[in-house]
């Protein structure tokens, strides 16, 4: 089972089914509203500088972004320590609520006690 608040989901908003190279590790073809969802964030992974073909990637990624055929759906959450509660907490947003949680995989305090 896949960690969801490491996720990203991505949807195909071009009203036609579009291939976009620059998902998974050889392009995913998506439907018309179809989404795509995969374990860390796009952004980190196409600014890799060990690949050769990222560069242009990156490119195909952000024109699909600023035509509106493509919308980011979530990203990875952030994730922020307290170092007064020794505790872990990522943000939320529920009915224009924003609220600290859990991080999806249960509490975590770096003490050892």
């Not at 071009?14 to 995913?28: C, E, I, P, Y």
């Not at 690949?51 to 952030?78: K, M, Y």
Request: net charge neutral.
């Amino acid at each position: 089972m896949a960690i969801t608040c490491l996720q990203t989901k991505v949807r195909n908003m071009s009203g036609a089914t579009k291939f976009f190279g620059f998902l998974g590790a050889h392009g995913k073809r998506l439907a018309p509203g179809e989404e795509y969802t995969f374990t860390g964030d796009l952004v980190t992974r196409l600014s890799q500088p060990n690949f050769r073909t990222r560069a242009r990637q990156l490119a195909g990624f952000e024109a699909a972004v600023n035509s509106g055929d493509l919308v980011i759906v979530s990203t990875p959450s952030q994730h922020y320590y307290d170092a007064t509660l020794d505790v872990t907490k990522i943000i939320t947003v529920a009915n224009s609520v924003v609220n600290d949680v859990d991080p999806c995989w249960g509490a975590y305090s770096s003490s050892i006690s």
